[in-house]
Nanobody, 118 residues
Framework: VQLQASGGGLVQAGGSLRLSCAVS????????MGWFRQAPGKEREFVAS????????SYADSVKGRFNIFRNNAKNTVDLQMNSLKSEDTANYYC????????????WGRGTQVTVSS
């Protein structure tokens, strides 16, 4: 499984941005796709996830109601729509994948930088 994140950039606070994670290789219905982020000087943190087969989603409390994760089956991507962005959302965003039998994400893509100016 190979993952490639894109869509990062500079946006003003209150604005929106959509990240996309291109997925290549074989993904099974019991895979979980996740988005994580890491800000300078901070540990990497979970943002959102979606189960590939049934679309079940999970969000960090800090992004609930503002971010939406969804699959684009036609393009084989997992997208993260980010609305009402705040300066604290500034980070390098990564997409990752794991089987639902594991708690550890084993496949990671390169990050894409999101910078929110206040």
């Amino acid at each position: 499984v190979q993952l490639q994140a894109s869509g990062g950039g500079l946006v003003q606070a209150g604005g929106s941005l959509r990240l996309s994670c291109a997925v290549s290789g074989r993904i099974f219905s019991n895979y979980v796709m996740g988005w994580f982020r890491q800000a300078p000087g901070k540990e990497r943190e979970f943002v959102a996830s979606i189960r590939w087969g049934d679309g079940r989603t999970s969000y960090a409390d800090s992004v609930k109601g503002r971010f939406n994760i969804f699959r684009n089956n036609a393009k084989n991507t997992v997208d993260l729509q980010m609305n009402s962005l705040k300066s604290e959302d500034t980070a390098n965003y990564y997409c990752a994948a794991r089987g639902d039998w594991s708690t550890a994400y084993e496949h990671w893509g390169r990050g894409t930088q999101v910078t929110v100016s206040s």
